[in-house]
């Protein structure tokens, strides 16, 4: 692999608050709930780290920022804006950075966005995940529709990007039902939707009830997979085809920092429970911070370094990387760039098999899934990635 391959899929940072309102019961994020935040004690870490890291990587041009969690909409602007007046002093960035934050509807409000989009926010995802209010009490949340709607329309007069989430393959969720509330959903002028479909983690409120039979009337693989298709269908109808597996967004729209990842680029993760892959000296690292707030706090303190592992990752490691997150993508991967990344190639009869049953489509030098592929795509990485 070349030293710079990760500049085929940019440069960014993730930033991570960990703090929510509440714990939704289907949520598996490293979220907690917290009474009092020392918000001085959390801006000296975040800077710290920001501080850090930009010393490793040099003035590499930085593509976009994310604040991820939790809650970040929780966060006050003026912290916002210091992290991002240092990030601006640490690396010089693109004309026309991303910076997005994500926010949910029992958060947001007129002032406050005023004050994000002051400090730089360019973009915001709002966790909006259903329409209608007896599945929102159902998932937990702590807003109703007509919040959610508001909320909407709060962002939209201070944002010009805006994006929001929706769950489905919910609880006795119909197909007509899921319709009508995608069609409620692309009325609302929306330029993006991250649609995923409901999963139940081990380890969470939901996870605990399915386990004891607690939790009916969900889909069965069967409907699940329609409800898939229907999704595919009716957002593409609509001029939101889908880009990578589970959003969809009008041309131009598109998650820049999603893409980064999607595209195997380098991103810096901070605070806890981030994650991180960073090209050094040749070699791409995958990076790790401890998922308790106040251990990855105290560790930024005591040694000047919030992570707690830095894994070299193998020639291997980094192809199945690629294929991972890239086949995700509607425009799906180079195989010369892959060749470059491992030293080897793809089995041409493995590729030849799965483009025969409709899965995969090579073309000059791009791989990528089918519709049909990318809906059972787990099973495609399995039959390319198989030794």
């Known amino acids: 692999m070349t030293a710079k391959d990760w500049q085929a899929g940019g440069f960014g940072l993730y930033i991570h608050w960990p703090y929510c309102l509440a714990k939704c019961p289907y949520c598996d994020f490293n979220s907690h709930v917290a009474t009092r935040v020392d918000t001085v004690r959390w801006q000296d870490a975040y800077l710290s780290e920001i501080r850090r890291i930009g010393a490793e990587t040099g003035p590499r041009t930085l593509n976009s920022v994310f604040f991820g969690g939790g809650t970040p909409s929780l966060m006050d602007a003026d912290l916002v804006a210091a992290i991002l007046d240092t990030v601006r002093g640490t690396w010089p960035h693109a004309n026309d950075m991303e910076v997005t934050l994500e926010a949910n509807p029992t958060s947001v409000e007129a002032g406050r966005?005023?004050?994000y989009r002051a400090a730089g926010?360019?973009?915001?995802?709002?966790?909006v995940q259903a329409l209608n209010d007896a599945d929102l009490r159902r998932l937990g949340r702590m807003h109703s529709a007509a919040e959610a709607h508001a909320a909407f329309e709060i962002a939209r007069r201070h944002f010009d990007r805006v994006s929001f989430d929706l769950i489905y393959a919910r609880q006795d969720?119909?197909?007509?039902d899921w319709q009508r509330e995608l069609r409620e959903a692309l009325a609302m002028s929306v330029d993006h939707l991250s649609l995923y479909q409901l999963t139940?983690?081990?380890?969470?409120?939901?996870?605990d009830r399915h386990g004891r039979g607690l939790l009916r009337g969900l889909p069965d693989d069967d409907r699940a997979a329609d409800l898939y298709a229907l999704t595919q269908e009716v957002c593409a109808a609509a001029g939101l085809p889908a880009y990578e597996v589970s959003n969809h967004a009008r041309p131009g729209a598109e998650s820049r920092h999603n893409l980064i990842y999607w595209r195997s680029g380098d991103y810096v993760g901070v605070g806890p429970g981030a994650h991180g892959r960073l090209t050094l000296n040749g070699t791409r690292w995958a990076t790790e911070t401890p998922h308790s707030p106040e251990a990855w706090l105290d560790k930024v303190a005591r040694t000047g370094s919030g992570e707690t592992d830095r894994q070299g990752l193998t020639a291997e490691d980094r192809g199945t990387e690629y294929l991972m997150m890239g086949l995700r993508l509607h425009e799906g991967v180079s195989l010369n760039r892959y060749r470059r990344i491992t030293g080897d190639a793809l089995d041409g009869n493995k590729i030849n098999e799965l483009q025969n049953m409709g899965l995969l489509c090579a073309k000059a030098d791009?791989?990528?899934?089918?519709?049909d592929g990318r809906a059972v795509l787990n099973a495609v990485l399995r039959t390319l990635l198989l030794r």
């Open 113 to 115: 966005f005023a004050g």
């Open 366 to 371: 791009t791989l990528r899934a089918t519709e």
């Open 200 to 207: 139940i983690e081990p380890g969470t409120a939901f996870g």
């Open 121 to 127: 926010v360019t973009r915001v995802s709002l966790g």
């Open 173 to 176: 969720q119909t197909a007509e």
